[in-house]
Structure formats: C-alpha cells, structure tokens
T-cell receptor, first 111, second 112 residues
Framework: KAGVTQTPRYLIKTRGQQVTLSCSPI?????VSWYQQTPGQGLQFLFE???????NKGNFPGRFSGRQFSNSRSEMNVSTLELGDSALYLC??????????FGPGTRLLVL | GENVEQHPSTLSVQEGDSAVIKCTYS??????FPWYKQELGKRPQLIID?????GEKKDQRIAVTLNKTAKHFSLHITETQPEDSAVYFC???????????FGRGTSLIVHP
C-alpha cells in the first residue's frame, strides 16, 4: 500500500497570508490527524478528522482549521499567518485506532 | 489532559552499548504505549508498542517495558548501531481518546 502523502513539501509565506496543506491517507484509513512539530514545542496535536467530521481538537487558535473529504483526503488551512507558525506540519492516518502512520510533512516558513 | 515526560533529552552512546529512554505519564487509564523513531529529515515511524496487559515486549534489538503501577514505560535498545541515531518519541493516548500526547523526544547519538 502507498504511504501517507503530503503536498506541498515546502512552502514559504509572508505574515498575514493564508496557506492550505493537503494530506492523502493510506488507502482504507478513515482517520486523519494533523500535528505541528517545532524544536521548542515538539509534536503537538492540532485536530483529527474521521469520516468527514472533526472528532478531536487540540489547543490551537481558530486560525487553524481543517476538513476531510469523502475519499478521506484532508486539508489543513492556516489563516493570517504569524512568524510562530513556522514549523513542520505532519499528518497521520490510522484505521481509527491508536497507531499513527505519518506522512513526510510540509515544512512551512513564514517570513 | 495527559502529561508525558520523557528523559533524557539527549543520549550519547558508543556503538555496541545499550540505550534506555524513559517516559512517565499521568493518566492511569492509558492502556497503549507506542514508541516512534524520527530520523533527520524524515517522518516519525512506529518502531514498537505495548499494551497494558503485558509488562514487556521485544523485537530483535529493541524492547519496551511497562510499569503501570508507577506509570512509566521505557524503550531499550541493545547493541546500538550508528543507524539507530535518531530522535525517539514516546506517546500516550490522552483524555479517554486514542489521540496521543507525545513526549518531547530523545536525541540518540551512536558514535562509531
């Protein structure tokens, strides 16, 4: 089976802009979770989608949002970008259970 | 929410030595404990996991031990090799869900 894929892999934006990241899960996986990884804060959970519904949410501001499509692909959007949003954004898919299979990540740099 | 503490943050060993990384957690209801390995520039990958009904699990050179009473679990790597150099993360499902809270990571450096 193909693994989790994410696009784009790298992105440079300026403050105030918005960005949309995409994640395609492993075939058959209905759960997609998003994480932010930074050197200072480690891996932090953003939200999880299951069958097109947000099922869990982390402690991030409303500027961070997401959605999931009927084919389980997911997008994450960050509006009004801030310098502190620079990070590696990882998505992970699972069958709906505990084991997370990660994608390669999108590295976002906000200038 | 779940509080996960991981130690040490950095671990430097000589090739062939053993390495041990420990995580403590706060939610006594947690029952699934995975370990992930993230090589430089790559994605985190599950390397071993354990459920609360067993105390130890081994897979070749790696093992995980669990002490539910003390609420801690450890990753053991024996006969370390340079390719074991990576950041290792423990994770614990939190808040009654299976969404993991990750430890802050341990950077393992294996010197040839």
């Amino acid at each position: 089976k193909a693994g989790v894929t994410q696009t784009p892999r790298y992105l440079i934006k300026t403050r105030g802009q918005q960005v949309t990241l995409s994640c395609s899960p492993i075939s058959g996986h209905r759960s997609v979770s998003w994480y932010q990884q930074t050197p200072g804060q480690g891996l932090q959970f953003l939200f999880e989608y299951f069958s097109e519904t947000q099922r869990n949410k982390g402690n991030f501001p409303g500027r961070f949002s997401g959605r999931q499509f009927s084919n389980s692909r997911s997008e994450m959007n960050v509006s009004t970008l801030e310098l502190g949003d620079s990070a590696l954004y990882l998505c992970a898919s699972s069958m709906g259970g505990e084991t997370q299979y990660f994608g390669p990540g999108t590295r976002l740099l906000v200038l | 929410g779940e509080n996960v503490e991981q130690h040490p943050s950095t671990l430097s060993v000589q090739e062939g030595d053993s390495a041990v990384i420990k995580c403590t957690y706060s939610d006594s209801a947690s029952n699934y404990f995975p370990w992930y390995k993230q090589e430089l520039g790559k994605r985190p990958q599950l390397i071993i996991d354990i459920r609360s009904n067993v105390g130890e699990k081994k897979d070749q050179r790696i093992a995980v031990t669990l002490n539910k009473t003390a609420k801690h679990f450890s990753l053991h790597i024996t006969e370390t090799q340079p390719e074991d150099s990576a950041v290792y993360f423990c994770a614990v499902p939190s808040g009654g869900s299976y969404i993991p809270t990750f430890g802050r990571g341990t950077s393992l450096i294996v010197h040839p």
